[in-house]
């Protein structure tokens, strides 16, 4: 039986979250898989930048930031020109902000609404996009051309410069 978009999604973005705040287990499918190690790598990369626009979110966000998150996302992916590097930066900056709101035993909780925040986003504004990219194995398939095994391939340069313009939306977006 095939699986929708939107119950891949919330697959692929639980996974995610749990793994950002250390819930070890297995991942579920191939695209939790990549998402695991892409978005470690952004933030690998790019933690320098995503880590002080997590805390100025929630230094600015006050008592709502569930709304806020959502206007940030929105804005995000309401822009031309979507990408996967786009969705990658998403959960990275999503993942950063999950361990930053953890709290022992609100852990899951938490980022089950962080979840359902990014699949109401990605689903409400972007489905037909990210199935017109092939869905989930799409993303994939598009992984494989950037492989860290090939450093210097025009796909992971442009991959890189697309994740650090979408990170600069969001600084964008937090600082107006």
Known sequence: MATSLQEETLIVANDYMDFCIGIKKAPPNEAAKVMRYLGKDVERIYGFRL??????????????????????????????????GQIVSLFSFTGILAVQLSTGEEDVACSRRLVEILTEVLIGEKEEWMVQNGGWRGFIKYVQKIRPEYPVSPMKTAFLITTN????GIAFLLVR
């Open 165 to 168: 313009i979408a990170i600069a």
């Open 51 to 84: 880590r002080p626009l997590v805390q100025f979110f929630l230094n600015s966000s006050g008592f709502d930031t569930w709304s806020k998150l959502r206007s940030v996302m929105l804005e995000v992916v309401g822009r031309e020109g979507m990408s996967w």
